[in-house]
């Protein structure tokens, strides 16, 4: 069992940054697949972003180039920098986790955070 928390949500206005935490437990961390995925009122969740265990990426077309996924395997901790901030980010961002190789954004994960709410102001 994987235990996944993330943290690091708030309030900003357009054209501002913030950065998502997650943390998980109870596998070795180093060797999951890791990602971001968001969803937006009254929308389907979908994949933002993903990072495996050689640290490769994938990222969804609408937030290339301004989000930027990463892990620290010491801390067993995942993140989301997130910059140039538009008001369709606007959504709860959920941490996910799964066993296994392959980690594109639509893979379907094992394990999943609580969420939490990104709020973006125009």
């Known amino acids: 069992q994987v235990k996944v928390v993330e943290s690091g949500g708030g309030s900003v206005e357009a054209g501002g940054s913030l950065r998502l935490s997650c943390t998980a437990s109870?596998?070795?961390?180093?060797?999951?697949?890791m990602g971001w995925f968001h969803q937006a009122p009254g929308k389907e969740r979908e994949g933002v972003a993903t990072?495996?265990?050689?640290?490769?990426?994938s990222y969804a077309d609408s937030v290339k180039g301004r989000f930027t996924i990463s892990r620290d395997n010491a801390k067993n901790t995942l993140y989301l920098q997130m910059n140039s901030l538009k008001f369709e980010d606007t959504a709860m961002y959920y941490c996910?986790?799964?066993?296994?190789?392959?980690?594109?954004?639509?893979?379907?994960?094992?394990?999943w955070g609580k969420g939490t709410v990104v709020n973006i102001s125009s």
């Open positions: 996910a986790a799964k066993y296994g190789p392959s980690c594109r954004l639509y893979d379907a994960m094992d394990y």
């Open positions: 990072i495996n265990s050689a640290l490769s990426t």
């Open positions: 109870g596998y070795p961390f180093s060797s999951l697949c």
